[in-house]
């Protein structure tokens, strides 16, 4: 007898996918598009790609990664749900509330478009949503994709291969967040410490173990699946 397939949870893998190569294609989207159309070379974060002529691109990436995160559901029982919806609504946050931007802020102002002159709480507001939506998308890597569904009785071999993966994507993003705090406090002090690009390039790993970890999920990875 031919098994019916659940289309649900087959969009369910399909939107895990998009998410992973969302995040895994948005650093390397904004920077080689940016400089393709106006030669400009990588900004000092993600964030300032905001101002640029990219700028619709990000908040659309971001928008799409919080809709998902509101409607993603996870194991029953368990509070991926609410874990996803507080990640959407960072995402969210992050997409309409911007860094504030100065015009000493940026290494070529030629590239932005505009520049805003925001209330200090904006950028407090804006980084506060970025930490935690990246400390989110640390626990659920390492504690809940970690986990098997109750039908599952024992794991597989790919089943460990693929929680080592999701616990080296958590570690990893777990990681760039201590280092940009210590890096942003230590600039604070000595605001001439200041290494060109080095929040984008570490956003950007973020990015790519963030997505990483959702496309094993999404059984993106054919090799990794049972």
Known sequence: MKTQTNPILITFKELRQAVGWLGILLPFVLSILLYALTSCSIQDSISQYYYTRMGSYLTGTLCAVGLFMLAYKGYPGENDSLLCNFAGLFAF??????????????????????????????????????GLLFLTMAYLSYFKFTLSSKESISKSEKKYTRNIIYKVCGIIIFSCIILLLGYNIIRHFYPSLKVNALTFFMESIMLLAFGTSWLVKGEGIKFLND
């Open 93 to 130: 946050g992050v997409a309409f509330i911007p860094m504030q931007l100065n015009v000493g802020d940026v290494p070529c102002p030629d590239c932005i478009v505009f520049f805003t002159q925001g209330d200090h709480w904006w950028r407090v507001f804006h980084f506060v949503s970025a």
